[in-house]
């Protein structure tokens, strides 16, 4: 098996997985308990996901190409963007640090395209492909939102084996 299959395979298990069929529930549940409400004042939470798809490579930490984009590497383009020394690291960081901004001011990211993870809107193929979680693809050379990427994976294959 190689490294990047190893990898991948841990991540899926112990990082992706857990992470989005975790958010699906609490999408749910906050969606359900909110319609239940008698109180027009509770708006149902927004969530948003991203998956960062360019590795910040910092001379001197050790990396190999197979790896990847690391599970922490958004953080050193959050909290260390002096770090970034190529142009499009820096044009990375700055979107990412505006859309965090954004978010703890407005609850939205305010990047133009950048959708809600979790959604039950339209009706019948539509609404399966609705149901689906999103993230958005974030790299310097444009970004885009994603639909149902590990939906077979999570779903399909580890939602058995992590669910109980």
């Known amino acids: 098996m190689s490294r990047l299959a190893t990898a991948r395979s ?6 992706v997985c857990p992470t989005i069929l975790m958010g699906e529930q ?4 906050s969606s359900s308990s909110n319609s239940s409400s008698s ?3 509770n708006k149902p939470p927004f969530y948003f996901s991203y998956r960062l ?3 910040l490579g910092i001379p001197g930490l050790p990396y190999q190409p197979w ?7 958004d953080l ?7 770090l970034a020394t190529k142009a499009e690291d820096k044009q990375l960081s700055e979107v990412m640090l505006a859309a965090w901004s954004s978010f703890v001011n407005t609850g939205h990211p305010g990047v133009a395209g950048w959708e809600q993870a979790f959604s039950g809107e339209g009706s019948g193929q539509q609404q399966q492909q609705a149901k689906s979680t999103r993230h958005f693809a974030l790299k310097a050379s444009g970004a885009s939102m994603v639909s149902g990427a590990y ?5 399909g294959f580890w939602k058995a084996k992590i669910v109980q």
Do not use: N
């Not at 609490?26 to 549940?29: E, I, S």
């Not at 050193?76 to 002096?82: D, E, I, R």
């Open 10 to 15: 841990f991540g899926d298990l112990h990082i």
């Open 26 to 29: 609490l999408a749910q549940h």
């Open 39 to 41: 109180s027009s004042s």
């Open 53 to 55: 798809m360019q590795h």
């Open 67 to 73: 790896m990847g984009v690391q599970h922490t590497d």
């Open 76 to 82: 050193m383009y959050l909290f260390a963007p002096v």
């Open 151 to 155: 939906q077979a994976l999570c779903d």
